[in-house]
Nanobody
Framework: EVQLVESGGGLVQAGGSLRLSCAVF????????IGWFRQVPGKEREGLSC????????HYADSVKGRFTISSDRAKNTVYLQMNSLRTEDTGVYYC????????????????????WGQGIHVTVSS
């Protein structure tokens, strides 16, 4: 059974850091691109970053470039999103998702490119 499980969310002050984890089950990271999205009430789900572990390619949205870092541990079948210099506007529900194969920068934030989704995890950045 395919499953993606996010963890690591919570409350942090502005300027602080959090590391989100996305543990995947039922497939290997070599076969899928894993993306991170953020959902804010009243706004479309935004693609933040993705990683194609088989080729070591990563992409970032401009809103998080230089602050967030995506990485993967293929032995643990887990993808991480290290979030530094957090801002109040980073508050939202964070989802990881899996897309078969590799994903271009243009397709990173396209929701229908992704086949499987996690349940989401809350991140709150306070001022």
């Amino acid at each position: 059974e395919v499953q993606l499980v996010e963890s690591g969310g919570g409350l942090v002050q502005a300027g602080g850091s959090l590391r989100l984890s996305c543990a995947v089950f039922g497939f290997t990271l070599d076969d899928y691109t894993i993306g991170w999205f953020r959902q804010v009430p009243g706004k479309e789900r935004e693609g933040l970053s993705c990683i194609s572990s088989s080729v070591g390619v990563t992409h970032y949205a401009d809103s998080v470039k230089g602050r967030f870092t995506i990485s993967s541990d293929r032995a643990k079948n887990t993808v991480y999103l290290q979030m530094n210099s957090l801002r109040t506007e980073d508050t939202g529900v964070y989802y990881c998702a899996a897309a078969r194969g590799t994903t271009s920068a243009q397709a990173m934030g396209v929701m229908w490119e992704y086949d499987y989704w996690g349940q989401g995890i809350h991140v709150t950045v306070s001022s």
